[in-house]
């Protein structure tokens, strides 16, 4: 694949590299949410052979309603001993991550940093699932939904529904999604669920409905991902500094963010994720790729369905036909465009302001050929996209691995 000529009006920025990343283990997590934050960061800074940064961007959604913990990013630049860097909070709902993200590679590709940390993390399971659940649900329009009981569950049921009538999604093909992500996991010890499921045991057998409730018909319970504490980092430079690193070139190389109405209702049609569709585009026009070009991909599946209707908005398949490619196998590991092959948030874990990092921790570990049994054969492009709200706030990411 010819390197591509930079788009007219970015042909002044910088090249922007992952020379360093770290992530913990997405689960329970008893430790206080500034040092969820800086743990990975440590871990990054080692992978990276770096001691110092310029800035450090924290990406985190409720640390100070659900942790009690506000001016994170003061505190975890403190506890990681790299005063007198800049340090600052990104909150973008789901979507923190990987808007942090964002920010760090404009403070790299405009010159005003070299080095850049972005961490993310969140501590959601020190509340219980009820209001972890009221927690998340802050994001919905307060007046057109909130204020109604509007949930991301109940959301995701209805939309669900309705792309079902339309496309003949089953709920065989939301079964399916979860028994994929489940197997990645198995080979992910990083992921919040180490639980090996079938199509029996959560749809077809006897203790079915018992194994598998209902929760927003016709979500049953392995459709939604858990309830996870985590952290993620990732470390963005110059090639000058990529390149004393030692590792394999992984590059930044497009980036995408685009937004839809906040009530969903508002919608034209409420089953067109917009702004997964122009994230996607924008990011794979900056980076001078097709979405064919893709090796590895990371998709936001808080819900199961999300992960078949966004393949198809990013343009992975066609409208209506990303149920037919994943019965055929095509998004499994070894098929045709391998996706969440770390467990995705389905089975890795959601801890919502590490989720877009902990995406890019996967596909740079996967571009380096690092993702030991999980491993996609010769990945050369990776791709993520992180999802805010309930996709009316969304940021895409494309890495490109340089030999």
């Keep these: 694949m010819a390197k591509p000529t930079a788009p ?19 689960s329970r997590l008893d ?17 990276a052979g770096l001691s110092k940064i310029d800035h450090l961007y924290v990406a985190n959604m409720g640390s100070g309603r659900v942790n009690g913990q506000t001016a994170l990013a003061s505190a975890v630049i403190d506890t990681l001993s790299l005063t007198p860097a800049g340090a ?20 790299v590709a405009s010159g005003l940093h070299d080095v850049v940390m972005v961490t993310g993390a969140e501590r959601m399971r020190e509340t219980n699932n009820l209001e972890a659940t009221d927690f998340v649900a802050t994001l919905t329009h307060q007046i057109a939904e909130y204020i109604y009981g509007v949930t991301l569950p109940s959301l995701a049921g209805m939309f669900t529904r309705l792309y079902m009538e339309q496309y003949g999604v089953t709920s065989r093909h939301l079964a399916m999604v979860a028994v994929k992500n489940h197997d990645n996991a198995m080979l992910n010890p990083f992921a919040h669920l180490h639980q090996k499921i079938t199509i029996e045991g959560i749809l077809d057998g006897p203790e079915a409905l018992t194994n598998n409730p209902y929760v ?12 996870s504490d985590g952290g993620a980092c990732v470390i963005l430079a110059t090639k000058e500094v990529a390149k004393k690193t030692g590792r394999p070139l992984v590059r930044l190389a497009g980036v995408g963010q685009a937004t839809d109405t906040h009530a969903v209702h508002e919608r034209e049609n409420p089953t067109d994720l917009l702004a997964v569709r122009r994230a996607a585009e924008q990011s794979f026009k900056m980076a001078g790729v097709k979405p064919s070009d893709v090796s590895v991909a990371e998709l936001h599946d808080a819900f199961t369905i999300l992960e078949i ?31 969440n092959t770390s467990g995705g948030l389905k089975a890795k874990g959601h801890p919502v302001g590490a989720t877009g990092i902990g995406q890019a921790h996967e596909i740079v570990t996967q571009l380096r050929g690092e993702a030991r049994k999980r491993q996609v054969k010769d990945a050369k492009v990776g791709f993520t996209c992180n999802f805010g709200g309930f996709g009316n706030n969304v940021v895409c990411l494309t890495f490109i691995r340089e030999d």
Excluded: W
């Design 31 to 47: 430790y206080p949410i500034s040092e969820i934050a800086a743990y990975p960061a440590m871990i990054a800074l080692k992978d």
């Design 88 to 107: 600052e909070t990104i909150e973008n709902g789901p979507a923190s991550g990987a808007s942090a993200i964002k920010q760090g590679f404009m403070a």
């Design 309 to 339: 209707v966004e393949s198809e908005e990013v343009g992975f398949f066609k409208k209506g036909q990303g149920h037919i490619a994943l019965e055929k196998g095509e998004t499994r590991i070894g098929g045709k465009i391998p996706i």
């Design 216 to 227: 927003a018909e016709p979500l049953r319970f392995f459709d939604l991902c858990p309830v």
């Design 8 to 26: 007219k009006g970015r042909r002044n920025m910088r090249e922007v590299y992952v020379v360093g990343i770290g992530i913990t283990s997405f």
